[in-house]
């Protein structure tokens, strides 16, 4: 029995003690091949996957590695089965390949006839496949790439995809770095990309993914098309290449709901992709209007399901997926690794921080007790109704603007769900209000100003939660919060995330009404950010009112 | 010297022989026999026999169906003349076994053994009464050949269709007496042609030795760290499944064992597949650490807490030595194209199992450090006990021997190897992860317990926290409903921090403790009991003067609030003992209102009358009508009704039926159904066996069979 610190359970979930002294190389040495689940002080759960391990053979690691590793750092026996288990698994990966062939063009090639009968009994896979050439290797009907892939991943027998990407249309992008310099993380990132071919590059809110992004442009020296949530991400976007590359203004295009500019560097947003005119997706074109060379997903995690389809015609050109988190709500880990590519860099939050890269953060959830007349009214309230009545009761009110004037010196933001709630507390605290009607125009010169420290105290609905910059905010309130959405959660802490020029410590307040529907839901959301290392304390209101009397 | 008896021979023997013939087969000495022809008559049962002929293995028994084929007496030198040099070893082990006996210098088979054998010994025939000019042989015609060549190897018999114009190539090996006639369609190969055919060998080829031993290479260190991992998997998946059972105990089936649906539930619980949970809930059921309750809820026993109580290793020894010897075979519960086998069932047993798995693990035993080869461990076991061998369970031996950490890695550990030397210290306790004392507790209200708990501890974080993982580790959940449940069983929410705090190596969190106090704020908040009557009142001094009134403490009233009190007796008498104590009292209604005269006593069940058994009732006339419509219908019908076959003697009966059998003539049978109703039925009979008479049922044209108590009697189709 050796003394190790990793805990090997019979259900695949790896317990890593990191008070270990060793804990240090075995997180380094099991990072490629398990997921890190959770990582909260003391012990951090990692979870084998077949995803997990089939990202560890795209990277090159054997089972023999995994197993090896597994053996050394344990502290008990490992149960042999699961060994048996992640070798088998592993063992599918590459058994299959996607190759291109000089004569027939794409082909499926397998050196075991056995896995190549199974799969195409496929009902699924089938139709996807020609002739069979010989013994190990049947032609592929062209433009079924992605589906293929799709399909083989879903009968467990991953394809490995060797059959090259188009070059794309040569353009000339360099990185300009005068005055700042690329980190290391975002430079391996890069590279882990390019020599992958495509695949995601896992990185914490802040760490700085678009340079990331950048980075990999310049590596392809192609026309690139970018995709990202909203118009606010894409002129960040704009903005970051202009300042970090060689592109200028006339080089880089907008196409989203105001612009339809095709550049040799086009940002799009995902909604715009998405826009059906009677039934039909009327903006396809975009992706054959260039022969791009890459093309860039941003926030891979909330990628709608439509544009996984278009990613699946358009297998044969580079893709960079970037993202906070591989864990979709929607539970289609499955498409992204078989559709956009394996995970080629992952670095965990708690380690960028350490670098420094990253505030830390405070997480405070302030519990408010409801006065008689509020339980009374939120006891006898439409169960549909709860929600929203305990989340924007008048006592919340109160303690947001105690807490906002407690804090009137810092950069202050409100984060709320409801709209008469963030009414109500723009209001009566005299600062503007960000909502979805404000024009783009209006947001930007509010951030700005923000930015600039003219104003102290914004109120902003949930379309602050996607990719704006705010550098200087120090302190976040939340008021109401969609429902348990743990991506929410973890947007709205990236928001107060990014560093601080003083190195201060920033703050993040959960306002949440005691004993009510608001309690269970900022409890699933907590879980998600404790997981992530960030433990929660707890204030009563009473403490925050008692010290401003008002 | 003329004829031996058997029991003479046995007589002859020497105390040594007799007790090697004990040793090789015990069941002579249970109940130890009177005297020597006893001891003979024994030996030559069939059942000795048959257990004598499972325990030998194949060559053993090759050699055993060469001898049938020897007229007795034989020597030695026959029996090697048709087999092989190896036969002579084996001559003497069987007669160590007194399978045979001698006869002078020669030898016998006793009785019964021939019988056991069967009568076409290799596939041989019978012996030829006539002679055979085997010289012949060279003119055969290509067809007999062809004849000759498909009986050589057995079965001896062919089919002809008439034997009266047998065909050219038959009819030539008939001529030549090559074959023999045996029925009216059969032809056989006479033994003599047979072996003459066979080059004077019994088989092809004997195989006086086992397979090789193939396996794959392991390290005991790997082997025993991986068989450690076993046990401790499988004592907590034991340990478990009784918790589990005891907080939601499935119903056993009326047929006995537990349902399909309870064992995936109780499967995806542990983590396990079905066919673990099948084996681990028989071991539990073998130990009687669990067992079917009257209520047919299957629940631990005492025997289980007990079980608890001991270390780690007994623990484990006490099941694996019932495993050893069980004769239920786990594997049978849900194997796909069967019917379905319910564990805990009780369809499981098999004879045999049980040495399978001795042999089995011996074999192990003397290949250490190796994971065997599936297929060449059965071809082995095949060789050695080819009458009992069932390639399945040597398949299901190993793996229940990896799930109990016999094996790690398919290769026998040195906590097995201990096990079947009967050591006295098996190592076990030593090498089991020691228990740990304290947990960690996280800030997202999850705890670990790096290693297995103490069973105090694990019992109380049991009830305080969801278990989330298990394996070398433990990893337990806090949440609402965890924590109300140990409130439930009597925690207070101190006591759960206390608890926490002195378990915990790191610091509660604050997050936790919150949860706690929550819960522990909100839990008995509202509080439920039961009361039969209640007494209120206005005045809180007549309430309190009541309270503590003696001549009524009987009545045991308690107080709700300053003007309700509570008591479990009837209303009714609560007021007339009141009322007898000199009070006032009344009685109200479900609104309050007040019931001016006490309500008049009535029963609380629903009116249940006695059935009336009373005399016949003149009927109506509209029943009357009926009936007699009823019986003019069934007059007419009656006219129309068949003949019935005239009522046969049981012995009239037998012998008409074995008449009508040889004569293959059809004919018609009374036939009573199970209601007693009797039916004609046309038929023609086939056979009669055990009391059956199988034929072929005119109506249906199919084939039925008939029960030879319920024909009523037979007379000749018309």
Not at chain 1, 157 to 170: I, L, T
Not at chain 2, 258 to 278: C, F, M, P, Y
Request: charged residues 25%; contains cysteine.
């Amino acid at each position: 029995m050796t003394d190790g610190p990793l805990i090997v359970q019979s259900d695949k979930t790896l317990l890593l003690d990191i008070d270990h002294p060793l804990s240090d190389e075995c997180r380094r040495a099991i990072a490629s091949f398990a997921e890190l689940e959770k990582s909260p002080e003391h012990i951090h759960t990692y979870r084998l996957t077949p995803l997990g391990l089939w990202n560890a053979r795209a990277a090159g690691h054997d089972a023999e590695q995994v197993v090896d590793i597994l053996l050394k750092y344990s502290r008990f026996a490992v149960p042999h089965a699961l060994l048996v288990d992640v070798a088998e698994t592993m063992s599918r990966y590459g058994r299959l390949r996607l190759e291109a062939h000089p004569v027939h063009g794409l082909v499926l090639v397998s050196h075991d006839p056995a896995v190549l009968k199974e799969v195409t009994r496929g009902k699924k896979v089938a139709p996807m496949l020609g002739l069979q050439l010989d013994d190990e290797t049947i032609v592929v009907h062209p433009g079924q790439r992605g589906f293929l892939k799709q399909a083989l991943l879903k009968l467990g027998w991953p394809a490995e995809d060797f059959a090259g990407y188009v070059d794309g249309e040569h353009h000339e992008i360099d990185l300009v770095q005068d005055g700042w310099k690329i980190r290391k993380y975002q430079e391996l990132a890069a590279e882990g990309f390019w020599h992958g071919g495509s695949g995601v590059v896992v990185l914490p809110c802040g760490a700085g993914k678009t340079i990331v992004g950048a980075a990999a442009m310049a590596h392809a020296k192609a026309t690139t098309l970018i995709l990202v949530t909203n118009t606010i991400a894409a002129r960040q976007w704009r903005d970051e290449l202009l300042k970090r590359t060689t592109l200028n203004e006339d080089e880089i295009g907008e196409y989203s709901g105001s612009k339809k500019e095709i550049r040799p560097v086009t940002i799009a947003t995902y909604q715009v992709m998405t826009t059906r005119k009677q039934g039909v997706y009327a903006h396809l074109d975009l992706f054959d209007a260039i022969d791009w060379g890459l093309i860039i997903y941003d926030e891979v995690h909330l990628l709608p399901a439509p544009i996984f389809r278009f990613t699946a015609d358009i297998q044969s050109r580079r893709r960079l997926g970037l993202t906070a988190t591989l864990v979709r709500e929607d539970g289609m880990e499955g498409e992204v690794f078989s559709l956009i590519g394996p995970k080629r860099f992952d670095v965990p939050w708690r380690e960028i921080e350490a670098q420094g890269y990253i505030a830390p953060a405070d997480c405070i959830e302030v519990r408010v007790d409801l006065t008689e007349a509020e339980r009374l009214n939120y006891a006898t309230a439409e169960p549909e109704d709860r929600y929203r009545f305990c989340s924007t009761t008048a006592t919340k009110r109160k303690v947001a603007i105690a807490l906002a004037k407690k804090h009137s010196a810092e950069q202050v933001l409100i984060i709320g769900q409801y709209i008469d709630q963030l009414d109500a507390l723009s209001e009566e605290l005299g600062v503007p209000l960000i909502k979805g009607d404000t024009p783009i125009k209006e947001r930007e010169r509010l951030f700005g100003l923000y930015r600039a420290g003219e104003i102290k105290c914004l109120v902003v609905s949930k379309v602050a939660n996607f990719s704006i910059d705010l550098p200087d905010a120090t302190i976040a309130i939340q008021v109401s919060g969609t429902f348990g959405s743990r991506q929410e959660e973890a947007q709205r802490l990236g928001r107060i995330l990014r560093p601080k020029s003083d190195g201060r410590t920033a703050r993040f307040y959960s306002i949440v009404a005691r004993d009510t529907v608001d309690q269970d839901f900022a409890q699933n959301r907590q879980r998600f950010l404790a997981e992530q290392g960030y433990a929660y304390g707890i204030i009563d209101a009473e403490d925050i009112l008692s010290a401003n009397p008002d | 010297m003329s004829v031996n008896s058997f029991a003479d021979e046995l007589r002859a023997r020497s105390d040594e022989a007799i007790a090697a013939l004990f040793q090789v087969r015990p069941d002579l000495l249970s109940p130890v026999p009177t005297d020597l022809s006893a001891l003979s008559a024994r030996a030559n049962s069939t059942p000795s026999l048959m257990r004598a002929l499972e325990s030998l293995n194949k060559f053993q028994l090759e050699v055993l169906t060469a001898i049938c084929i020897l007229n007795e007496p034989f020597s030695k030198a026959e029996l090697l003349s048709i087999t092989t040099a190896d036969a002579g070893d084996e001559l003497l082990r069987l007669w160590a076994a007194a399978l045979v006996y001698k006869d002078g210098s020669k030898f016998r088979l006793p009785g019964n053994l021939r019988h056991l054998i069967g009568d076409e010994p290799a596939g041989l025939g019978p012996q030829s009464q006539k002679k055979i000019d085997f010289k012949s042989l060279k003119d055969i015609p290509t067809d007999s050949a062809a004849v000759l060549e498909r009986l050589t190897w057995g079965p001896p018999r062919g089919q002809v269709v008439n034997i009266k114009s047998p065909g050219k190539a038959i009819g030539w090996l008939l001529e030549n007496n090559y074959l023999m006639v045996m029925d009216s369609r059969t032809v056989v190969l006479p033994r003599e042609v047979g072996m003459n055919l066979r080059g004077g060998k019994v088989l092809k080829e004997f195989t006086p030795f086992a397979n090789k031993f193939i396996g794959t290479k392991r390290k005991q260190g790997d082997v025993d760290r991986a068989a450690i991992a076993n046990i401790s998997n499988f004592l907590r998946w034991c340990e478990e499944l009784a918790h589990n059972w005891s907080d939601e105990p499935p119903i056993a089936l009326r047929s006995g064992g537990i349902g399909i649906r309870d064992l995936k539930r109780s499967a995806h619980h542990l983590g396990v597949d079905e066919n673990t949970l099948a084996f681990v809930a028989e071991i539990l059921y073998l130990g009687g650490l669990i067992v079917v309750d009257t209520d047919d809820q299957i629940l631990p026993t005492n025997s289980f807490d007990i079980w608890m109580s001991r270390s780690l290793e007994e623990r484990w020894s006490s099941l694996v030595a019932l495993w050893f010897e069980t004769s239920r075979v786990s594997g049978l519960v849900g194997k796909s194209g069967e019917k379905n086998i319910a564990a805990l069932g009780p369809e499981l047993d098999r004879a045999g199992i049980a040495s399978m798995r001795k042999v089995t693990l011996n074999i192990l035993a003397q290949n250490l450090e190796q994971d065997p080869d599936i297929k060449n461990l059965q071809e082995i076991i095949a060789w050695q006990m080819p009458q009992r061998f069932n390639a399945e369970y040597i398949e299901w031996t190993l793996r229940e021997a990896e799930w109990l950490g016999l094996t790690g890695q398919g290769a026998l550990s040195e906590f097995g190897r201990a096990l079947l030397n009967e050591e006295e210290n098996l190592g076990v306790e030593n090498a089991l992860p020691k228990p740990v004392d304290h947990i960690l507790i996280q800030a997202d209200n999850s705890a670990i317990a790096p290693g297995p708990l103490t069973v105090e501890l694990s019992n109380m974080i049991g009830t305080i926290a969801d278990i989330e993982s298990r394996g070398g580790a433990s990893v337990y959940r806090f949440s609402e409903s965890s924590i109300r449940r140990g409130l439930d069983h009597g925690q207070t929410g101190e006591q759960i921090k206390d608890f926490l705090k002195k378990t915990s190596k790191t610091p509660v969190p604050q997050p936790l403790e919150y949860l706690i106090n929550d819960v522990a704020k909100r839990h008995g908040r509202l509080r439920v009991g039961s009361a039969t009557s209640y007494l209120r009142c206005e005045d809180e001094g007549l309430i309190t003067q009541i309270l503590y009134d003696k001549k009524i403490e009987h009545l045991q009233f308690r107080k709700l609030a300053p003007q309700v009190l509570v008591c479990d007796f009837e209303a009714g008498d609560v007021i007339n003992t009141l009322r007898e104590a000199g009070y006032l009292p009344a009685g109200e209604n479900m609104n309050g209102i007040l019931i001016s005269a006490p309500a008049i006593r009535r029963a609380k069940s629903r009116p249940r009358p006695p059935r009336v058994i009373s005399e016949v009732q003149a009927p109506n006339e509209i029943v009357i009508k009926a009936a007699v419509r009823t019986l003019r219908t069934g007059e007419k019908a009656s006219s129309h009704k068949p003949r019935e076959v005239p009522r046969t003697t049981a012995n009239e009966t037998l012998d008409l039926l074995h008449q009508y059998i040889e004569e293959q003539a059809s004919l018609t049978i009374g036939y009573a159904d199970t209601n007693g109703g009797v039916s004609n039925r046309l038929i023609d009979p086939i056979s009669i066996s055990l009391g059956t008479l199988i034929a072929r049922d005119h109506a249906t044209g199919e084939m039925a069979s008939f029960r030879i108590p319920r024909i009523t009697g037979v007379s000749p189709a018309k």
